[in-house]
């Protein structure tokens, strides 16, 4: 149906859904974590701009009755998608839906400081240290 699609980094599958008109929606999902100037290394800083952003992370639309089509960043639907695993379609055929899996290792990537253990350590007794 549509050639030319981007198939490496970290999410190499397109899910899809046809509505009732015959568009098809396909995933072009990130071909990294988020971004990262090294991908899903600590503490590496985000890519700005995001460059991947011109042809990954959104849906793009195409006519399901045609084949052959090629792939191209002008036929982009959404943005800012990182990585839609799940498609639905209302009864009507008007309204999309995705489920979007967001970034993984947060914590693993960005640890969060241990200060805030440190300071409950040190409150006084029936006291809180939020």
């Known amino acids: 149906m549509v050639r030319g699609l981007p198939l490496g980094g ?3 599958m397109h899910p899809f859904v ?3 008109n015959g568009d098809l929606y396909i995933d072009v999902a990130s071909a990294t974590n988020a971004c ?3 991908n899903r290394i600590l503490k590496s800083p985000g890519i700005n701009p995001c460059t991947e952003l011109e042809t990954r992370g959104g849906i793009w639309r195409y ?3 045609k084949t052959d089509q090629a792939f191209s960043p002008a036929e982009r639907y959404a ?3 990182r990585n839609a695993e799940g498609f639905g379609v ?3 055929g008007h ?4 489920t979007q899996h967001g970034r993984d290792q947060l914590h693993t990537n960005w640890p969060t400081s241990s200060r805030r253990q440190t300071r409950k350590r040190h409150c006084p007794p029936k006291r ?3």
């Open 10 to 12: 970290d999410h190499p």
């Open 18 to 20: 046809i509505d009732a």
């Open 36 to 38: 990262q100037e090294k």
């Open 63 to 65: 006519d399901a009755k």
């Open 79 to 81: 943005t800012g998608i």
């Open 90 to 92: 209302d009864a009507i």
């Open 95 to 98: 309204n999309i839906f995705v």
């Open 128 to 130: 809180c240290c939020c």
